[in-house]
């Protein structure tokens, strides 16, 4: 009897381990966080291209004015004849990147904040929050609406109203990092160096500490994102008639007998997108915070 080769043993060992191999970590997300990932590469590219996709979203048809789904219209018209599902894509250019803004304007000031808050301590740690606590304490989208209907509204002034209100929760996510961070060897042999302490701070331990703080981008887009469309829905956001989806609610909400579409589906869009950034960024955080602990 002929024994087998000894030089094939090791591929189909190697075969073997190729096919029980584990794979990636983002193959193995779960099927809810898949979806929420499409549904956010969805709204990024109606945000992105809308111009392009429905260049004539805002057109009007007083002669059609508002009708129920049908051909050349899926979700109907509303009162001034213009097409929902158009409207719905062409909402997403001002919810989704004035939502993005409040986020990453957010992350920016408590990163200023928490860093040193956290690395240096004393009265830098005692004044910074204070601060938060003192922000962190107000109702943020009751303030918004006041500050926002004291000077007139507008939507470049909703969103750095709640870039502030918002960065109290950045600025106790990343000090409570730092301070995880900040006895660990690393961080020590770099004070041994007599490195200065903004940039063992920025280089050195905000390295670490930036998958916490890209984590909690998300849960705030999507707090951005509600808050943005309330102000909107209120007047105090974007322009009346605009193609935003809080303001195409409020524009639509005594049109929901006749086209119920002219509501449900700004509605809807809202409910996903939020949802999807909360599933993501709750996946996100419990991995970044499992492969912390590991270390």
């Known amino acids: 009897m002929r024994r087998p080769l000894a030089g094939r043993r090791p591929r189909e060992a190697a075969g073997v381990r190729r096919r029980g191999a584990v794979p990636p970590g983002w193959l193995r997300a779960p099927v809810s966080v898949a ?3 499409l549904v956010l590469i969805l709204a990024a590219v109606a945000a992105a291209f809308s111009p392009w996709i429905v260049p004539d979203a805002t057109a009007q048809d007083l002669m059609l004015g508002i009708s129920g789904p049908g051909p050349g219209h899926p979700l109907g018209t509303d009162d001034l004849g213009r097409d929902v599902l158009d409207l ?6 001002t919810a989704v990147p004035g939502a993005l803004c409040v986020a990453l304007g957010s992350m920016v000031v408590g990163n200023l904040a928490g860093l040193p808050a956290g690395y240096l301590g004393g009265w830098v740690d005692a004044l910074v929050m204070r601060w938060a606590d003192l922000v962190f304490s107000l109702p943020a989208l009751l303030v918004a609406i006041v500050v926002a209907g004291v000077l007139g509204g507008g939507y470049g002034l909703a969103i750095a109203v709640l870039v502030v209100l918002f960065s109290p929760t950045d600025t106790r996510v990343v000090r409570g990092a730092v301070l995880e961070q900040r006895h660990r060897p690393y961080v020590e042999a770099a004070q041994m160096k007599n490195l200065s302490s903004w940039r063992i701070m920025t280089r050195h331990v905000w390295p670490n500490i930036a ?42 909400r005594t049109q929901f007998l006749t086209n119920p579409w002219t509501v449900i589906a700004p509605g809807l869009a809202i409910i996903a997108v ?22």
């Open 35 to 37: 979806v929420a990932l």
């Open 88 to 93: 719905l894509v062409a909402g997403a250019r």
């Open 211 to 252: 998958p916490v703080a890209l984590a909690n981008v998300f849960l705030n887009f999507a707090y951005a994102l509600v808050s943005l469309a309330s102000l909107s829905f209120l007047g105090l956001g974007v322009a009346a008639g605009s193609p935003d989806w809080g303001r195409t609610l409020s524009d639509n």
């Open 274 to 295: 939020a949802a999807a950034l909360n599933i993501v960024g709750d996946w996100l955080y419990e991995r970044v915070d499992a492969r912390g602990r590991a270390r």
